[in-house]
């Protein structure tokens, strides 16, 4: 199975920066795209960045400008950079892994999921 434990989170006032952070453990053979998604409260879980092994990037466009997404590959640690935070920005914030994984004797491709940090945008 894979870990991924983010952290990073916590109030921050409008236009102030946060960065979080995801390290992924476990019986990891290789990661392929590694993402940060987003829940606001009512409201359906969405991608906000993704990154590939080969460290190209996908950004939503309501963050497209004001976030950075990096990974290290040999450490499987991921990274967001958040500046010019807004309160619409106020979420939990979940790390995600594309990854493939040894489950014994054999090998398996698998989604896995953090449990999320909270980021709260308010003055």
């Known amino acids: 199975q894979v870990q991924l434990v983010e952290s990073g989170g916590g109030l921050v006032q409008p236009g102030g920066s946060l960065r979080l952070s995801c390290a992924a453990s476990g019986s990891i053979i290789s990661i392929f795209t590694m993402a940060w998604y987003r829940q606001a409260p009512g409201k359906a879980r969405e991608l906000v960045a993704s990154?590939?092994?080969?460290?190209?990037?996908n950004y939503a466009s309501s963050v497209k400008g004001r976030f950075t997404i990096s990974r290290d590959n040999a450490k499987n640690t991921m990274s967001l950079q958040m500046n010019s935070l807004e309160p619409e920005d106020t979420a939990a914030y979940y790390c995600?892994?594309?990854?493939?994984?040894?489950?014994?004797?054999?090998?398996?491709?698998?989604?896995?999921w953090g449990q999320g940090t909270q980021v709260t945008v308010s003055s």
């Open positions: 995600n892994a594309d990854a493939l994984i040894r489950r014994g004797d054999t090998v398996t491709r698998g989604t896995f």
């Open positions: 990154i590939t092994s080969g460290s190209s990037t």
